[in-house]
């Protein structure tokens, strides 16, 4: 059973940077596809960005130029660096694997249980 756990949520100021890692446990391989979802109370869970084997990586429009997301395979790890945060970019952030085949959109099998990042003004 693959299981995922993220860290490094937290409470930042608007304007301030934090960086989310997703650490992955069981039968993993470097073509498993990852991504990052977020989702706010009252909201629809979103798609951040995503890593995919045969295209580039994958990022919410707004979010562009803004998030940058990474894998070490070696560590089995998923990051999410986001800088110049928003308070509109408060939500459970949430990594997610794909282990069947690949496509698009992402149809990920396996969830973490979030971590939280809270932006204040």
């Known amino acids: 059973q693959v299981q995922l756990v993220e860290s490094g949520g937290g409470l930042v100021q608007a304007g301030g940077s934090l960086g989310l890692s997703c650490l992955a446990s069981?039968?993993?391989?470097?073509?498993?596809?990852m991504g990052w979802y977020r989702q706010a109370p009252g909201k629809g869970r979103e798609l951040v960005a995503a890593i995919r084997h045969r295209s580039d990586p994958y990022y919410a429009d707004s979010l562009k130029g803004r998030f940058t997301i990474s894998r070490d395979n070696h560590k089995n790890t998923l990051y999410l660096q986001m800088n110049s945060l928003e308070p509109e970019d408060t939500a459970l952030y949430s990594c997610a694997l794909q282990n069947g085949v690949a496509g698009w959109p992402p149809r990920y099998d396996y969830w973490g249980p979030g971590t939280q990042v809270t932006v204040s003004s």
């Open positions: 069981g039968l993993i391989s470097s073509t498993n596809e």
